[in-house]
Antibody, heavy 119, light 107 residues
């Protein structure tokens, strides 16, 4: 079965960077794009960007351009999301997520990683 | 960016009620729309994709309709497990965008 397992919670100071990992299993890693979505406390869902595991190309939401980097390691079926220059507004749960089928919605989700930015 | 606007933001309903949530896109997204249910502390759960296709394992009381810019999610007979927040999301073009959510509360 498809599983997306994320790294644990992080506490960071303003200005620092955070790198969240997402290890995929149960399917061919290079066959499906991986997206990152975040949710601030009490707020809605926000799409951050996507990485194509087969070639590594990325598309980021303009809001995060210059601060976010998504990478992948095909040898371990793991994708990474690094966010730099953290501010308090980046406090959120970060999810990696995958479509169920190429034309479907986001049907597989990691468990979420809480990133807290606080001085 | 394509803006997704849901209405209402909050909905109070009773078990057994028929519930309808509307989602409007700022431009045409064909049928590239998904609906999600989210409960506190949990990841979103996919209910509907391609505007009207029921995700495997989702109860048939959930249905979706629409195309272009107007979409609806209907729960035919609200059950206790359905009290949650619902989001629409377009995947016609990047950046993918979500509606602001509709909280379905117990009346």
């Amino acid at each position: 079965q498809v599983q997306l397992v994320q790294s644990g919670a992080e506490v960071k100071k303003p200005g620092a960077s955070v790198k969240v990992s997402c290890k995929a299993s149960g399917y061919t890693f290079t066959s499906y794009y991986m997206h990152w979505v975040r949710q601030a406390p009490g707020q809605g869902l926000e799409w951050m960007g996507v990485i194509i595991p087969s070639g590594g190309s990325t598309t980021y939401a303009q809001k995060f351009q210059g601060r976010v980097t998504m990478t992948r390691d095909t040898s371990t079926s793991t994708v990474y999301m690094e966010l730099s220059s953290l501010r308090s507004e980046d406090t959120a749960v970060y999810y990696c997520t995958r479509q169920t089928i190429p034309t479907g919605g986001l049907g597989y989700w990691g468990q979420g990683t809480l990133v807290t930015v606080s001085s | 960016d394509i803006q997704m606007t849901q209405s209402p933001s909050t909905l109070s309903a009773s078990v057994g009620d028929r519930v309808t949530i509307t989602c409007r896109a700022s431009e045409s997204i064909s049928s590239w729309l998904a609906w999600y249910q989210q409960k506190p502390g949990k990841a979103p759960k996919l209910l509907i994709y391609e505007a009207s296709s029921l995700q495997s394992g989702v109860p048939s009381r959930f249905s979706g309709s629409g195309s272009g810019t107007e979409f609806t999610l209907t729960i035919s007979s609200l059950q206790p497990d359905d009290f949650a927040t619902y989001y629409c999301q377009q995947y016609n073009s990047y950046p993918w965008t979500f509606g602001q959510g509709t909280k379905v509360e117990i009346k």
